[in-house]
């Protein structure tokens, strides 16, 4: 089966960073996405790795660790718009196309 | 336009009610998705469209029928729903080529179904 894990919340300063983890189990693996998603809205794409190492884009950062099964969104100077749901997103051995979405983790950025 | 349509965006249905949903993009992805998302919960994927044609159908039950009627336009059919079946049903889109870079899907904003 599939599993990905993300703590259910996390909350931060305004203006700090804050790291999001990601721990994955799949039966195959093409890469690992990040979405945001604020509370009645649509997920939202940040970022994408599909080797080893970390990809920076603006106060955004993501990084992989194909061997531990392992990867983390870093946002760098928390804006009180950061507030959101994130989720870790898989793409696997179903298929090109499938993706399966982590548990998600709820980021409450504080002043 | 780089943006994913969904009509309607709230829908109240009773459990006798044949009602449909409607995604539209104009992109050029030649994949579409869609996917059930319940509170406080992650996506869940119910089907996948490639090129027009049903590649994935993630065992969901026969009450729900997707349909693709050209590269631009995905609907999902609704018949008979249980309460249940209540939930924000997300349409999305890709490239969906071998071999293209993965820049993520486009996700639209949701319909959020209540069945009553």
């Known amino acids: 089966g599939q599993s990905l894990e993300q703590p259910s919340e996390v909350t931060a300063v305004e203006g700090a960073i804050v790291q999001i983890n990601c721990t994955y189990q799949t039966s195959g693996f093409y890469g690992l996405s990040w979405y945001q998603q604020h509370d009645g809205g649509a997920p939202t794409f940040l970022s994408y790795n599909a080797l080893d190492g970390l990809e920076e884009t603006g106060r955004f950062s993501s990084f992989l660790s194909r061997s531990d099964s392992y990867g983390y969104l870093l946002l760098q100077e928390l804006q009180m718009k950061d507030s959101a749901s994130y989720f870790c997103?898989?793409?696997?051995?179903?298929?090109?196309?499938?993706?399966?979405f982590g548990t998600g983790t709820k980021l409450q950025v504080i002043p | 336009d780089t943006e994913v349509t969904q009509t309607p965006k709230h829908l109240v249905m009773g459990m006798t009610n044949k009602k449909s949903l409607k995604c539209e993009q104009h992109?050029?992805?030649?994949?579409m998705y869609w996917y059930k998302q319940k509170a406080k919960k992650p996506p869940e994927l119910m089907f996948v469209?490639?090129?027009?044609?049903?590649?994935i159908n993630e065992s969901v039950p026969s009450r729900f029928s997707p349909e693709c009627p050209n590269s631009s336009l995905l609907n999902l059919h609704l018949h008979a729903l249980q309460p249940e079946d209540s939930a924000l049903y997300l349409c999305?889109?890709?490239?969906?080529?071998?071999?293209?870079?993965?820049?993520?899907?486009?996700f639209g904003s949701g319909t959020r179904l209540t069945v009553v």
């Open positions: 469209y490639s090129y027009e044609k049903l590649s």
């Open positions: 999305a889109s890709s490239q969906g080529r071998q071999g293209v870079p993965n820049y993520g899907y486009t």
């Open positions: 992109m050029g992805h030649r994949a």
């Open positions: 997103a898989v793409r696997n051995s179903g298929g090109y196309q499938k993706v399966t």
